[in-house]
């Protein structure tokens, strides 16, 4: 079936937004180090912009998790498929998501890097969808909520299509 694409968050206001959360989080969190954890791979854009907008101290790594197979929802499933390469423990970290759909990947993250004792753990989400929260989970840093719309770009795939777009937007199929 032909599918097209519905703008709905321009790379203007994302690059607004994301300038907005880095000075926050910097601001938060003074001169101390921060690690910056990516989840692969929808946040690697995010995550390039969220960095440099908040300076100072900070630590880079990625893990990746997989719940979505090749198609639009989820499996409810979480796989980790590559964990931290840094020891947090005592550490500042802040998990840097492209989007929380169910909660399901945070939460289960979550439970699984606080038994690591980091000093603090919190969760910075360009996207967050209200509507399709099946787990409640605190989200201290959130960009956009957006309605319940499968959306790409900037990061956001659909069968690993759409993710350099520089902007947001929803998947129409017909
Ligand atoms: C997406 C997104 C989050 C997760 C959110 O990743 O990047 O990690 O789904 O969904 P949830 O809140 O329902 O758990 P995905 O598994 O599609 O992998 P990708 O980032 O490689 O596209």
Not at 20 to 27: F, Q, T
Request: glycine share 8%; proline share 3%.
């Amino acid at each position: 079936m032909a599918s097209h694409l519905e703008l709905l968050i321009t790379a203007e206001r994302i690059a607004a937004k994301t300038e907005e959360l880095g000075v926050r989080i910097r601001s938060d969190y003074g001169d101390r180090q921060i690690i910056l954890v990516g989840i692969l791979k929808g946040s690697f854009i995010f995550l390039a912009d969220l960095a440099r907008a908040m300076g100072g101290d900070v630590e880079i790594d990625f893990a990746q998790t997989s719940s979505y197979a090749s198609g639009k929802s989820s499996s409810g499933i979480v796989q980790i498929r590559k964990d931290l390469d840094i020891n947090i423990e005592g550490k500042h970290v802040v998990i840097v998501e492209d989007i929380v759909d169910t909660g399901t990947t945070l939460n289960h993250l979550r439970e699984l890097w606080s038994t690591r004792r980091p000093k603090t753990l919190k969760v910075c989400s360009l996207l967050l969808k209200p509507a399709a929260s099946k787990v409640k989970i605190p989200i201290e840093y959130v960009g956009f909520e957006i309605p319940n719309e499968f959306v790409v770009g900037y990061g956001l795939d659909h069968g690993e299509r759409y993710r350099n777009l520089p902007y947001i937007a929803i998947l129409r199929e017909g």
